[in-house]
């Protein structure tokens, strides 16, 4: 039975993933995967982006929604001030080819709850209008809620190895992989007793061996062009057979409009 302290062990595990290498060189990179994904190619995900802090650290992931706008979570941004957070836009190389923004205002969720990590999701503004090409494209907000599906993507540079094996591993080229969303009662079925799975959420499924992982936090899942999904919290070591847990974009809409417009 998964406990709430074990997820809550796993939100601390996302928020301490920093690069293997500090200045983000490319020959101090793995060339390796998601756990299990695969190597994305130039423009194939342009609303992706990589959360850094000073001097070059990747920790998190995140989704360009609008020209000033990026989606992240809420446990990759909690206890920080603006001036401690890059946004590294337009390339799927983590060293290399892409474009630095400042930021200029973070807004967590006001009822997110790191000891049960309801309500997970931020929005970070930045100071400078993010300028669109093949490479960099803002994702839209769904407009029905996904309750369940399969051949969705998620995205990100986090660690490539399952997290018992010792160092982290961290790919330079965005790693991707196809997923399914299984249903709220599926979800809850595999786990029970846990208070977590808020109707807020949706779980991410994918075979053994394969699935989201530290530094992969506040990345999207996208299904249909839409970016339905925030990673919050994954399994422990990662990419077991049990399902990763995403905060539901649609469950924030109204809010996610009231911070934007």
Known sequence: MIRATLYTLCTLLLI??????PTLQASGLKDGRIVGGYDAVPGQFPYQVSLRRPPN????????IGPRWILSAAHCTISMAPANLNVYVGSVKLASGGVYHRTMRIVNHPLYDPGTIEND??????????????DTQPIALPTTNLLSGTGALISGWGRSNTMDSGTA??????????????TMEECRAERPGSNNIFDSVMCVSSPSGQGACSGDSGGPLAYDG???GIASF???????????????VYSHRAWITSVTM
């Open 226 to 228: 839409l970016v339905h």
């Open 121 to 134: 999701i931020s929005l970070i503004q930045t100071v400078q209008p993010i300028v669109f090409n093949e």
């Open 169 to 182: 591993e961290v790919p330079d080229n965005l790693q991707y992989l196809t997923v399914d969303i299984p």
């Open 16 to 21: 301490g993933l920093v690069a293997a290498n």
């Open 57 to 64: 650290f990747h920790f998190c992931g995140g989704s360009i």
């Open 234 to 248: 994954v399994r422990v070591p990662c990419a077991t057979d049990v399902s990763d847990v995403y905060e539901r």
